[in-house]
């Protein structure tokens, strides 16, 4: 097998922990791997393949045919699973599109890669992904996408020699933000003719599965059975792409490999779509692979395993071994042995309900028959009495949820930092996007930390917040009401908020969100962050004091609110209240050490101080705390220069 590189060297190219840590991760997440290097016979797939990565979005297992779904036809992967080896319990990482597709390319833990949400954050160019080693091994790589939340911009297109992300258009000059399923299987098979010649590694995605479901046959666009005709019909369009194959005689040199990147609730458990919890409807998927001439025909695996598995096995596969930097562990052993293997620990975290609400962040993990869900108050499900995760037996099994839990710590240490990686700037041509598809932009400095809320005792207003972003666009007045009731319940809670405030835009100048604001004060007088964007939106329109005189009132009812501080300081800069700028950014810097946007503010005090070296090391202390942040990066450059070019 060939080696990619030094492990030592892409380990520090990554930025990773130490060695000694990567093997105890190891050892946390998997049991008896058998290794296959020297292996020998058909342990070893043959050499010279092509790669063909297919990934479902929004697909549940339990939907296909060959999981035994019964709603809906899916002939072209029944036949793609009879030919080749199909997992019975694959486990998504996590139910949000960008970070799962971000742990299949690289075969890292969101907390490894950063990508945490859909929109906001970027895979670092520090990662090392699939496409990038193959394309250092000679291999053609090609991507074709279908939505705007794995467009290029959000780092996902590392190694890919081209990466189709064009989408139609809906309007005169404006993209549309998701591309059909037809579309895509044309864009495919024309890069399949293209690199048929050579070795390849191609990555086809398909998203009609996504909400909002289309319907050809009358049923309703939020039905299951149009869910189902949206499978139906991406199956359809994976039978023409293998068809190319067989036509270009290249099937029996292309592994086919098809994997879900998360589920979908279908109203199971009180979750319409997916993102806020981790139920198996939105973490169990579908995983088949075919490799011409090696995997068993109708072979069924029913270890679990974990998408973070796929990138070291597609790298076996064409006989690359992998970096040791890959959290995942190859399937190559039990693709070629469907029988051998014991089950893995799988890891999966949603943060959604985390970036809207402030709740705690949910994280699961897999043992056996066990699975923990983690929150304030812990959930731990008996799969295999309780397939349906219907009872909670947390309280009867003490010890199991305490050893999970500790081994649940674990990963997350060797992990490293909990907090998001680069984030980009949300324009508002962003949000509306994220917006259309049903996600959340957090913006703004009013939302710092999070609370201990258990986003499992508060279903109702999240699924009126996930409705309410289901219908902004068709029904703007019903996402107004939705999310006016979700606020008032919820003031503090970033995502409906803000998103009601996006809602309330116009190009007046009194838009209505400085009138939405005062009616939740009205409302809860204690509402910390409404009143803070009040006063951002004043000081915004020219009426300073009054902005500032809210701030002082909010800073009266919540002395101890970071972001209050930080807000009150930065407009007593831009004032010329140097002083009392200083005081607010020493508090804000007090309740929030870490918190590089104020770090950012205290660098900008001190170098309109003339503090030039306090500010270039207040900003490289930022750096360290978040390596990746843009923000952080160009304030530094600035500063740096400024060092520099000063007398």
Excluded at 376 to 389: I, R, S
Excluded at 576 to 583: K, P, S, Y
Aim: proline residues 6%.
């Amino acid at each position: 097998m060939t080696d990619v590189n030094d492990a030592r060297q892409l380990r520090r190219h990554l930025n990773l922990p130490p060695a000694r840590n990567i093997v105890w991760l190891g050892l946390i997440l998997t049991l008896a791997v058998v290794p296959i290097t020297g292996c020998g016979g058909d342990t070893v797939p043959p050499a010279g393949l092509s790669l063909l990565l297919v990934t479902l979005d929004t697909t549940r297992a339990d939907v296909l045919g060959c999981y035994g779904g019964g709603e809906g036809e899916t002939p072209n992967l029944d036949r793609l699973a009879g030919e080749g080896v199909r997992f019975e319990r694959c486990t998504a990482c996590t139910p949000m599109t960008a970070p799962s597709h971000a742990t299949i390319l690289t075969g890292t833990w969101p907390m490894v890669h950063k990508v945490r949400a859909n929109g906001t954050g970027k895979l670092p160019d520090s990662a090392t992904t699939v496409a990038e080693i193959l394309l250092a091994q000679g291999f053609a790589t090609r991507a074709v996408v279908a939505s705007f939340v794995v467009k290029r911009m959000f780092g996902l297109a590392q190694g890919f020699e081209v990466y189709d992300e064009r989408m139609p258009l809906s309007a005169p000059r404006r993209p549309a933000l998701e591309r059909p399923a037809n579309l895509v299987a044309e864009a495919a098979i024309s890069n399949l003719r293209d690199v048929a010649g050579s070795p390849f590694f191609m990555w086809v995605h398909f998203y009609d599965a996504h909400h909002p479901y289309v319907s050809t046959t009358g049923n309703g666009p939020d039905s299951r059975e149009a869910y189902m005709e949206e499978i139906e019909l991406v199956d359809r369009q994976l039978g023409r792409i293998l068809a190319v194959l067989d036509g270009l005689g290249i099937t029996d040199t292309t592994a086919v490999v098809v994997v879900g990147d998360h589920g979908e609730g279908l109203g199971d458990h009180g979750e319409f779509d997916h993102g806020f919890f981790l139920y198996e409807t939105t973490q169990h998927v579908p995983l088949i692979f075919k490799v011409p001439g090696w995997t068993p025909a109708g072979g069924v695996v029913s270890t679990r395993v974990r998408t973070v598995d796929l990138a070291p096995t597609l790298l076996e596969i064409t006989g690359v071994t992998p970096p040791e930097i890959m959290e995942g562990k190859s399937l190559v052993t039990m693709l070629a042995h469907p029988e051998s293997g014991a089950d893995r620990v799988a890891y999966s975290e949603a943060w959604q309900a985390h970036d809207a609400f402030g709740m705690a962040p949910l994280r699961g993990l897999h043992d056996g028959a066990w699975k923990l869900v983690d929150a304030p108050d812990p959930v731990l499900f008996d799969l295999a009495a309780d397939p349906g995760e219907t009872e909670d037996v947390a309280s009867a099994h003490p010890d199991r949820v305490a050893d999970m839990q500790h081994t649940l710590h674990q990963l997350l240490d060797v992990g490293g930092s909990d907090a998001a990686g680069e984030r980009l700037d949300i324009t508002d041509e962003t949000a509306a996007a994220l917006d259309a598809l049903g996600y959340t932009a957090v913006e703004g400095d009013g939302f710092m930390g999070m609370n201990d809320e258990n986003p499992l005792h508060h279903k109702e207003a999240i699924e009126a917040y996930a409705q309410a972003t289901r219908v902004m666009t068709t029904d703007p007045e019903r996402a107004k009401q939705l999310l006016a009731e979700v606020v008032l319940a919820n003031p503090e809670a970033p995502g409906p908020f803000f998103r009601q405030m996006r809602l309330h835009m116009t190009k007046r100048a009194d838009d209505g969100r400085i009138g939405f604001c005062r009616e939740v004060i009205t409302a809860r007088p204690e509402s910390k962050l409404p009143r803070l964007h009040l006063a951002q939106l004043l000081v915004r329109d020219g009426q300073i004091d009054e902005g500032i005189g809210e701030l002082e009132l909010l800073l009266v009812h919540a002395p101890q609110y970071a972001a209050g501080h930080l807000e009150l300081g930065k407009v007593l800069l831009g004032v010329g209240d140097t002083e009392g700028a200083r005081g607010h950014l020493e508090a804000a810097r007090r309740l929030a050490p870490r918190d590089v946007a104020v770090l950012i503010a205290f660098a900008r005090l001190d170098a309109a101080a003339g503090d030039l070296n306090s500010a270039v090391a207040i900003l490289e202390a930022a750096l360290e705390i978040e390596p990746d942040s843009m923000a952080v990066r160009n304030e530094l450059a600035l500063a740096r220069r400024t060092l520099v070019e000063s007398p």
